[in-house]
């Protein structure tokens, strides 16, 4: 189905042609359309065009009023103040509308296919390494905009550009080499499934022992030097031990993604390992084209706007003086993968704000090689640091980074308690269930309402709170529209345009009529924050209407069906909504 046009794009239409036939000589003028609260909308467009034609703004305005047809959508239009336009639309039309949008599976939000091929790079944690709560907004925000980029039609490619290769790794595997047991597993038979908790336990323990010995062991440490070369050579031995590292470590990756409640797939997780044989092209390209020049026998990049403290040149070191390749050459040659092979016309990097002018210095490196320009663009969306209650990094009692799973697991107790003291007539295994989607959803919800570039403060108690601007809130009101629909009987959700709103039906329904419009701009501005204050007030102009308009006990049969026809569509909007930012909506609660 087509998209469904919302009120606002229908009034603005109409406004347009209002002006185009009582002023021609204004041309295509814009009406500058907003929503009010002096009436439905406000349009501001006649004031500039008043000074454009040298005219009486408030005479103007009168002028464009009587040039624009009432028909079924306009109740009142007013001219107010020095030539604003107060815009009341009918109950008729806002019904109407929204009986489209109900009409369609994608509630009438617009789709298209051309929309061009985007790479997001997002949850990148690394071989070896516990995660911990830094990794959380890189999965939380890169999952949102993934979904609502395909959502919206854009072709996504997702990529997991873990951190497993490095110099640790020659440590790692000539300790593995010398004590071949030390990943082994105690799960019983051959089948037996292997937990991310041991996994972790196993890396961590030997991780801890080979650093012991790297930092005290002379002999040891020449020999795990000399793994590197070997790694970096290709030598078949050490990548197979470096293989079991990887596996090992996405046995556990992949343990915490689906506690997330995130679909990690194998064949998205390219690790800075896969650009390896790209190094040495990328690095002669640049140079051959006098991109980057050798100083003191690096390969660098200088930028005219970058100094250090000192005042000097600071460069993007793409080759150290040694022939090792740092992080910029991994990056830049990522960039030429995915431009040229994945045919990407847009590539967003999910990373930590701190990492910005790396990724400034990196792109404007891939500009000058050609391998960015008008027609593919590379952006980070930068995310701000998780704050604990103090307003400062959040850390344990003993000043460790706090372990994700820890979190996640924190989380989940707490929603559980909540949605325990409220729960009715549910099971234990329910009250489980639905203590998982409360609590993973809470933290995704404190993650995602906060604008990305800001940091946030974690705060458990707040983030599981039944009032507030919450997930829980929006679950709630979510699971309260599936009661009243399973109470309502015979009755069935019918839209009656002919009926008189409320002006609490009537704010809810302008609102929700915004869907499409509201999607649109956070695809295009990667702001996932805007889809969540939408969803609150959703929530909250819901909870208004409830208290203010009876829904099964209302006055005539039409009108019980035309509020549960409100209810229906507020929960698919939620509904909607709430999996684009990948939180679960609970039919029960």
């Known amino acids: 189905m087509a998209s469904v046009p919302s009120l606002a794009s229908t009034v603005q239409q109409r406004l347009a042609e209002g002006l185009s036939a009582a002023l021609p000589e204004a041309g295509s003028a814009d009406p500058l359309l907003r929503r009010s609260d002096r009436a439905d909308f406000q349009a ?23 040039a624009i047809e009432a028909g079924d959508v306009f109740q009142e239009i007013e001219v107010s103040g020095p030539g604003f336009l107060n815009i009341t639309v009918t109950d008729e039309a806002i019904v109407k509308t929204l009986a489209a949008r109900a009409a369609d599976a994608r509630l009438g939000v617009p789709f298209n296919p051309s929309a061009g091929t985007t790479v997001v790079d997002y949850a990148q944690p690394n071989v070896a390494k516990e995660m911990h709560v830094g990794h959380l907004r890189s999965a939380v925000i890169g999952a949102a905009m993934v979904e609502i980029l395909e959502f919206t039609g854009e072709t996504v490619v997702r990529r997991h550009h873990i951190g497993d290769w490095g110099t640790q790794f020659g440590m790692l595997i000539q300790y593995l080499t010398e004590h071949p047991h030390e990943l082994d597993h105690k799960a019983e038979g051959a089948d037996a499934e292997v937990s991310g908790e041991e996994a972790m336990s196993n890396l961590n323990r030997l991780y801890k022992a080979s650093r012991a010995l790297f930092d005290s062991d002379e002999e040891f440490k020449t020999r795990a030097r000399a793994r590197v070369v070997d790694l970096q050579a290709g030598d078949e031995e050490t990548l197979a031990m470096w293989q079991r590292f990887v596996d090992e470590s996405k046995i556990y990756f992949y343990s915490v993604f689906d506690k997330l409640d995130m679909d990690i797939r194998d064949p998205d997780v390219v690790g800075e390992s896969g650009y390896n044989d790209m190094l040495v092209e990328t690095c002669r390209i640049l140079e051959e084209s006098g991109v980057a020049v050798r100083s003191e026998g690096a390969l660098c990049v200088f930028f005219d706007d970058v100094k250090g403290p000192d005042g000097n040149p600071t460069p993007l070191i793409v080759q150290k003086s040694d022939g090792g390749f740092g992080y910029a050459a991994t990056d830049l040659s990522a960039i030429r993968d995915r431009v040229q092979n994945l045919k990407a016309s847009t590539l967003v990097y999910v990373v930590d704000a701190r990492q910005s002018l790396h990724f400034k210095m990196v792109f404007e490196t891939a500009r000058r090689a050609g391998w960015l320009n008008d027609e593919v663009k590379a952006l980070q969306l930068a995310f701000g640091t998780v704050l604990g209650k103090d307003g400062k990094p959040f850390k344990t009692r003993e000043g460790e980074t706090v372990r994700l799973v820890d979190l996640l697991d924190e989380a989940i107790d707490r929603a559980s308690a909540v949605v325990r003291e409220k729960a009715q007539d549910l099971s234990e295994e329910e009250i489980a269930e639905r203590g998982t989607q409360v609590g993973i959803g809470a933290v995704k919800y404190a993650d995602l309402s906060t604008s990305a570039a800001r940091d946030y403060k974690f705060d458990l108690d707040q983030m599981v709170s039944l ?9 709630y009101a979510y699971a309260r529209i599936q009661s009243i629909l399973r109470k309502a009987g015979d009755a069935k959700p019918a839209a009656h345009p002919e009926l008189a709103l409320a002006a609490s039906e009537r704010a809810l329904g302008l609102h929700l009529d915004s869907f499409g419009e509201l999607i649109h701009e956070t695809a295009a501005d990667y702001a996932p924050h805007k889809l969540a204050a939408y969803l609150y007030q959703v929530a909250s102009l819901y909870t208004t209407f409830y208290s203010e308009c009876p829904v099964l006990k209302a006055d005539t049969p039409e009108q019980v069906e035309n509020r549960l026809f409100l209810c229906d569509l507020t929960a698919r909007t939620l509904h909607q909504g709430m999996a684009l930012l990948g939180i679960r909506t609970p039919e029960r609660l």
Request: no cysteine; hydrophobic share 40%.
């Open 44 to 66: 501001n467009g006649i004031l500039a065009l008043a000074k454009q034609l040298k005219g009486n703004p408030r005479e103007l305005a009168t002028k464009v009023v009587e």
């Open 467 to 475: 009032n507030g601007d919450t997930s829980v809130y929006l679950q």
